[in-house]
């Protein structure tokens, strides 16, 4: 690799690279990953003339156009009658927020969120009495407070803003000049060799945002655009699945299409990539082959998002234990294309639970775990008379002490079991529609059956209000008139209907007049609830699993 040549550009002078369509995004970069008010955060860095970063090129001939990703970016896209193609290898994120700032159009980041650029937005008014304060913000532009950063440097800005005070104006003027005269650090990069600008990258971005796994793979991918594999499969996972991580999906394409033993985190990402990588390099047969044993992992991955719906009740993806139950669960569907046969429904069973309450994917173990759970589906869809065996029981008090808060595969599984179970509505006995529940924008569908607010009336910690075991599923409007009563007093109303003992039922509560829930006293009546309680969850977990899952005493 040459030595790297070191430049500046003015804002003003990117706008019009921009406006020449000169930067391309290798497909080894990312998405978009930014919201609005990082975005902000950046305008008002260059504002106040703090270092944001250099920008790294990769300064090459159209001779590696092949390179180019057309989609998953905001920046103009490249045009192909350039003669030198400018990569960005770093700074795209910095970059597609200075372009959208002249554009301000509304665009989606990685998370599927919208990102409306015409709402970072400059503050005009006041602005001598807190110097401290952000002059950029991501909000609505408000006339004469806050103006839209697009309007304020597009060409037409003298016109578009002549309604402005003149102190106003002045300031929106200077704000504008520093933004267009802010110089960016450039870093220009010249080599013909492949591997030496993925290792750079590679390099460059672990010094910046963390990169993950997953993104190495993609950088370290030549030959396929795993990163659009990825992204395409995803797209097409069931509504609540789309920020499935993608180290999850390299990671059982990993399992189901590696000539090696099964690994788990990077070395088995990098060890597929590298796999195929050497085949299509060395075989023009292997690309075919690939896009084969791809097509037949997606249908396989998405068969097994749809089984943990269907049978367990993951809603979406908050409802998970681990992502990476999806992985080793998707090697059976590979191995095995069609429904399991009803012995082989009673083994993944016991895996699901076993899995999700033992957090066997998690801690110490969780290594030899996954790989032996690789091996265990691969022999299930083979054979029906494989069987998984549970033998590191859990405590009881493991489950006492699982607070909902905690996204834990335990407070997941808990979740996975109240839906199980059909909650029913408090007011009328019907039945809760968890899936519609699930998908609102508010998600507010947990209820202290002892009320948070009560219990820290009587000193009790967060630690014991908000274990799973005084925990239920509720809409939102039930949970706001419940407010602060005690159970015995919000409940009595309901206490004479006729399906209120089917309707306790339904949310694992035990209501019989020695469970606590009717005692006086708030602490004593709290305590033996909660015990109560514990023996209800424990044994509804263990009937869902068809085996035992706790210790006894």
Same mark, same amino acid.
């Given at each position: ?46 504002? $106040?003339?703090? @270092? ?33 193609? !400018? ?20 665009? =989606? ?24 304060? @952000? ?5 609505? %532009? ?7 950063? %697009?309007?304020? /440097?597009?060409?037409? !800005?003298?016109? $578009? ?48 945002? @963390? ?25 097409? /996972? %069931? ?75 993951? /809603? ?6 681990? =992502? ?15 429904? @399991? ?75 996975? /079991?109240?839906?199980?179970?059909? %909650? ?130």
């Amino acid at each position: 690799m040459t030595k790297p040549r070191f430049e500046q550009k003015s804002i003003r002078q990117l706008r019009d690279c921009l406006e020449r369509h000169v930067f391309a995004i290798p497909r080894l970069q990312r998405e978009f990953v930014w919201n609005g008010p990082k975005a902000a955060a950046l305008l008002d860095s260059i504002y $106040r003339g703090m @270092p944001i970063g250099a920008l790294t090129i990769w300064e090459t001939g159209r001779s590696h156009s092949d390179l180019l990703r057309p989609s998953l970016h905001i920046l103009p896209p490249f045009d192909t009658s350039n003669k030198q193609i !400018w990569y960005l290898l770093d700074g795209q994120q910095r970059l597609s927020v200075l372009h959208q700032s002249f554009e301000g159009q509304i665009r =989606a980041n990685s998370r599927h969120q919208q990102v409306d650029f015409s709402r970072l937005t400059f503050r005009v008014n006041n602005g001598d009495d807190d110097e401290d304060a @952000p002059w950029f913000s991501y909000r609505k %532009p408000i006339d004469g407070e806050y103006i839209s950063v %697009p309007t304020l /440097l597009s060409r037409k !800005w003298v016109s $578009r803003l002549n309604y402005l005070s003149q102190r106003r104006f002045d300031r929106a003027a200077e704000c504008r000049e520093r933004l267009l005269a802010y110089k960016v650090p450039v870093i220009v990069i010249t080599s013909r060799d492949l591997e030496e600008v993925r290792e750079a990258f590679i390099r460059i971005n672990s010094q910046g945002m @963390p990169i993950g796994s997953a993104d190495r793979a993609f950088a370290r991918a030549s030959r396929i655009d795993l990163r659009e594999k990825a992204n395409d499969l995803r797209a097409h /996972l %069931p509504e609540g699945f789309a920020d499935l991580p993608h180290e999850t999906i390299l990671l059982g394409f990993s399992f189901v299409s590696s000539d090696q033993e099964p690994d788990v985190g990077e070395r088995a990402m990098d060890a597929m990539v590298r796999q195929w990588e050497r085949k299509i390099d060395g075989d023009d047969n292997a690309m075919p082959q690939f896009l084969k044993c791809w097509g037949r992992y997606r249908a396989a991955f998405t068969k097994a998002i749809d089984y943990l719906q269907s049978h367990f009740s993951v /809603l979406e993806l908050r409802f998970l234990p681990s =992502a990476n139950m999806v992985a080793t669960l998707a090697v059976y569907f590979f191995v095995h294309p069609g429904q @399991p046969s009803a012995r082989q429904r009673r083994e993944i069973r016991k895996w699901f639970w076993a899995t999700a309450v033992g957090e066997r994917y998690s801690g110490r173990g969780y290594r030899q775990n996954i790989i032996g759970d690789v091996s265990f589906f691969e022999r299930v869809a083979k054979s029906g008379s494989a069987r998984f065996v549970f033998t590191n029981l859990v405590d009881r008090s493991d489950i006492l002490r699982t607070e909902y808060t905690q996204p834990s595969a335990r407070s997941r599984a808990f979740a996975c /079991l109240l839906a199980r179970c059909r %909650p029913c509505y408090l007011t009328n006995g019907e039945q809760v529609l968890l899936a519609q529940e699930a998908a609102r924008a508010n998600r507010n569908d947990r209820h202290h059956i002892f009320p948070r607010g009560l219990l820290a009336n009587y000193g009790f910690q967060h630690r014991d209000y908000n274990s799973i075991c005084n925990i239920c599923f509720v809409v939102a409007e039930e949970n706001q008139s419940i407010g602060a009563k005690s159970p015995r007093t919000y409940l009595n109303d309901f206490r004479s209907k006729q399906y209120f003992a089917r309707v306790m039922r339904s949310h694992l509560i035990p209501h019989e007049k020695d469970s606590g829930l009717w005692d006086r006293g708030v602490p004593r009546a709290y305590k033996k609830f909660r015990l109560s309680r514990l023996a209800v969850i424990c044994k509804a977990l263990e009937h869902e699993a068809g085996i035992k899952l706790f210790r006894r005493g």
